[in-house]
């Protein structure tokens, strides 16, 4: 051949090879394991290789009849070149690295973009992702308008974890089930990265819907076809739209039929001590089975008593009463607080033996859809709250107890004896555990309670009301001192020292009587020696505890601004 011809065949060659790959490509990807995205790019492709094949058909009959030049052949595939060209390089690459799903779409698109100075490959290429992305956009309309993902080949961005089931929200306390059910893969289709995490809790809201049996769905009027291509991504809007309304009708499902502010409230009550009294009821009636040793406490003696004092108070006018149940764990709450923290924090020691009252707590059974909320991991947060409230009550009962003995002795003569300093040491431990009582509900727990529930009025979307819940057990956690581990070490050590001294009281108080009454001067003296250096070391150690917890509250009060509230009454307290 005639070197000009020869070169013109070796043009035409190429084309032959770009139709052999795009052929072999449409074969094996048009096999059921390949995924909906690959049929649907395969049969595109198999559309524009029979115009291929006609072209071919038409060019072979002008051949038979003598009209058709090696120059004409390559005028009639010249055009068809760059299409070629472009479709081969993205079937071979598709191959080569096994694209499913998304992964197909992106390269679609990015080849797309790459194109862009070839209008008529580019719109080519778009053509094909519109084609190719039919069957993935079916996928995400089933999941944006009613909460179901249909993917049987496992191409759609989002995962289903059905191992996870909403029942593990009250019993795992790492709230999984929220989070983990459905989850963004890392393939996600470029056009709509930006949008993955609207869809994404989209579904999972519609999902919930259906799982408490409310089966609502996107009504049809509000319900568009998706489309990539024209109509200016509307397809945007039409899940913005979808995330709108199922945002707005899982809030108000949870707030109106399954009463969330109700129920929060009911928790107040019983696990943030904002409903005392059948409190003071089960502590009563509880004292002997709390004050044995943690291994040795019946739980199920202590439910009962529960129910008992929750029947026979006005808590029984509660209808979520039923609810509470009570447990105990084997650790302190030092302890428990310290295999959450640094291995510096490990070491805890705790100052007083642990007996049920250290570990005593209530739980509160809570049903779904509610659980997403207050899941296992809020309920825990409540119970390290509701621990260190029910300790500082319990040290309050005991100095309370060790007043009435002092003011039992009011009018009997107790000049030259230990009794007024032993009283005014009462009156000021009293003061220090009242003190902190009070901060810790009305200056943490009531006002944070309060910003919440406001809050709560205005949520669009269950996220921000887990959002908001989760803020508010934080931020009172950190009020109530158990993130601050150093101040919370001298809080116990305090409260340790108060219970030394309101268990010691009845005897420092009848021996000091025993004292003035009896007539050996001998032993008196001996007696009121030992009665008085008592009184003074529980005296000394509670106030350089005292003097010593100001400091520490000055130093955190730089990060924790409401360390200083705490600090005034510390320090009042100390040089009273």
């Known amino acids: 051949m005639e070197l000009a011809l020869q070169e013109l065949a070796k043009r035409i060659f190429p084309l032959c090879e770009y139709y052999l790959l795009i ?35 038409q060019l072979e009959h002008q051949f038979r009849l003598e009209r058709l030049s090696i120059q004409g052949l390559w005028f009639y595939c010249q055009p068809m070149m760059g299409s070629m060209r472009a479709l081969a390089a993205v079937v071979q690459q598709a191959s080569t690295k096994h694209f499913v799903g998304s992964g197909v779409l992106n390269l679609l698109q990015s080849q797309a973009k790459a194109m862009a100075g070839d209008n008529s490959v580019r719109s080519l290429l778009e053509k094909m992702t519109e084609c190719a992305s039919n069957a993935y956009l079916s996928i995400l309309e089933r999941w944006v308008y009613e909460g179901i993902i249909e993917d049987p080949y496992g191409e759609f961005f989002i995962a289903e974890n059905r191992s996870l089931k909403k029942e593990s929200l009250s019993q795992d306390s790492t709230a999984k089930y929220w989070s983990q059910r459905y989850s963004l893969k890392d393939t996600i289709p470029g056009f709509l990265a930006n949008i993955a995490a609207t869809i994404l809790t989209t579904g999972k809201y519609l999902n919930v819907m ?29 899940i913005k739209a979808a995330h709108e309304f199922a945002s707005i009708e899982l809030v108000n499902l949870i707030k109106d039929k399954y009463d969330l502010v109700g129920r929060l409230r009911s928790i107040k009550h019983y696990l943030l001590l904002d409903q005392g009294d059948f409190l003071v009821h089960f502590m009563d009636i509880a004292r002997e089975e709390l004050n044995k040793k943690v291994h040795e406490v019946s739980v199920e003696k202590l439910q009962s008593l529960l129910d008992l004092a929750l029947r026979t108070t006005a808590a029984a006018a509660d209808p979520c009463h039923e609810d509470l149940t009570c447990c105990v764990d084997r650790a302190s709450l030092l302890t428990t607080l310290g295999m959450h923290k640094d291995s510096d924090s490990n070491s805890i020691e705790d100052p007083v033996s642990i007996t049920g009252l250290e570990t005593f707590s209530l739980s509160y059974k809570v049903q779904w859809p509610l659980s997403i909320v207050i899941s296992k991991k809020a309920l825990s947060k409540y119970q390290l709250i509701f621990r260190f409230l029910f300790h500082c009550k319990h040290v309050e009962r005991q100095l309370c107890g060790a007043w009435q003995i002092h ?68 931020k009172c956690l950190r009020g109530c001192l158990l993130l601050l581990p150093d101040v919370l070490k001298k809080m116990e050590k305090l409260k340790s020292v108060c219970l030394q001294y309101a268990a010691a009281t009845q005897w420092l108080i009848s021996s000091s009587i025993d004292i003035n009454s009896q007539s050996h001067p001998q032993k008196t003296m001996i007696r009121d020696t030992i009665v008085t250096e008592s009184i003074f070391n529980f005296e000394r150690e509670f106030n350089t505890e005292l003097q010593s917890l100001g400091p520490v509250l000055s130093k955190g009060s730089q990060a924790e601004p409401y360390l200083t509230h705490l600090s005034q009454w510390i320090l009042g307290v100390s040089k009273e």
């Open 23 to 57: 052929d072999q490509f449409v074969e094996s990807s048009s096999q059921f394991k390949n995924g909906l995205v690959n049929h649907a790019f395969a049969a595109a492709l198999r559309a524009l290789l029979l115009d291929y094949q006609a072209m071919v058909a």
């Open 210 to 238: 259906r799982e408490c049996g409310h089966n609502v769905q996107v009504p049809l009027s509000e319900r568009s076809k998706l489309t990539i291509f024209g109509s200016n991504h509307h397809y945007l809007e039409c």
């Open 407 to 474: 003011q039992g002795i009011r009018s009997m003569n107790s000049k030259g004896t230990a009794i007024p300093r032993s009283s005014l040491l009462c009156r000021s431990m009293l003061k220090f555990i009242s003190s902190l009582l009070h901060y810790l509900t009305f200056e943490v727990l009531e006002p944070n309670w309060h910003v919440m529930h406001d809050r709560l009025q205005s949520t669009r979307s269950v996220d921000e009301v887990i959002q908001h819940h989760e803020f508010f057990l934080d």
